[in-house]
């Protein structure tokens, strides 16, 4: 693999900063990973995760669960480790995304209404972080001196 390539997906000169991004919304996505896929914190697991995606018209419900689950428990892990922030980040922005323009937009802004205003929040965390990378506290810059 060329080491420019991964140096360039692994390296930050952020600080600190992203880790007051990166703690809470890994909590976050990690929670709401573990709803989907295993029924954690109140959640369907991906039964009934699957259900409710298919019964919104969102097909193969199964698949998709299992996508957004996994997206959102791994990339929230990634995320608290400072591991592969950017494409964690970029994966977890996809998925805010769908969840936005899938589940959410229909409803307006605000989460009392089941509105997007929380995915946006997550959608803009998710995009300063792959734009950012993990910064210093993290494990990525000591895999990116690796690869060198």
Do not use: C
């Not at 600080?15 to 914190?41: C, E, S, Y």
């Not at 199964?62 to 592969?84: D, K, N, P, V, Y």
């Amino acid at each position: 693999m060329n080491t420019s390539l991964v140096h360039k997906v692994l390296s930050s000169n952020a600080g600190i900063a992203p880790l007051a991004l990166r703690i809470p919304a890994g909590v976050i996505f990690m929670a709401h990973g573990a709803q989907k896929l295993f029924g954690w914190f109140g959640g369907g697991g991906l039964t009934g995760t699957a259900q409710w995606l298919s019964a919104m018209g969102i097909e193969p419900g199964f698949l998709m669960a299992l996508l957004a689950g996994g997206t959102e428990f791994f990339g929230g892990l990634a995320l608290i480790l400072g591991l592969l922030i950017r494409p964690a980040a970029v994966g977890l922005a996809v998925t805010m995304l769908m969840a936005i323009f899938s589940v959410h937009i229909a409803n307006g802004l605000f989460i009392s209404n089941n509105g997007y205003e929380f995915a946006l929040s997550l959608l803009a965390i998710s995009i300063a972080l792959a734009i950012s990378g993990a910064g210093s506290v993290s494990l990525d810059p000591y895999l990116a001196r690796k690869a060198r």
